[in-house]
Nanobody, 127 residues
Framework: QVQLVESGGGLVQTGGSLRLSCAAS????????VGWFRQAPGKEREFVVG????????YAADSVKGRFTISRDNAKNTVYLQMDSVKPEDTAVYYC????????????????????WGQGTQVTVSS
């Protein structure tokens, strides 16, 4: 069992920055792929950015490429989502997810590929 807790969400102005954290308990985070997803009202959950189990691979969706980055601190068992130059369309509930089943060393981008999820944290970008 893995428990994931996201934090760091809130209200931010357009062009501002925010850092989300995803802390894991129950199992070490360091050997598993992790992804960040988001879901805006009335829309389906979508992939944002992910990191492979080794940390050597990261991948971001086109909508956030160049603005959002993912990193991991294995000593703290935490993964971060750094959000820069945010836009109103980034407003959503953000979820982190981890895949604890066997994995290749690449970034998984589909929701069913992850088996543990956090409860989500709200990010609201004001215009």
């Amino acid at each position: 069992q893995v428990q994931l807790v996201e934090s760091g969400g809130g209200l931010v102005q357009t062009g501002g920055s925010l850092r989300l954290s995803c802390a894991a308990s129950g199992r070490t985070f360091s050997n598993y792929p992790v992804g960040w997803f988001r879901q805006a009202p009335g829309k389906e959950r979508e992939f944002v950015v992910g990191i492979s189990w080794s940390g050597r691979q990261t991948y971001a969706a086109d909508s956030v490429k160049g603005r959002f980055t993912i990193s991991r601190d294995n000593a703290k068992n935490t993964v971060y989502l750094q959000m820069d130059s945010v836009k109103p369309e980034d407003t959503a509930v953000y979820y982190c997810a981890v895949r604890t089943t066997w994995s290749n060393d690449y970034v998984y981008t589909r929701s069913p590929e992850y088996n543990y999820w956090g409860q989500g944290t709200q990010v609201t970008v004001s215009s």
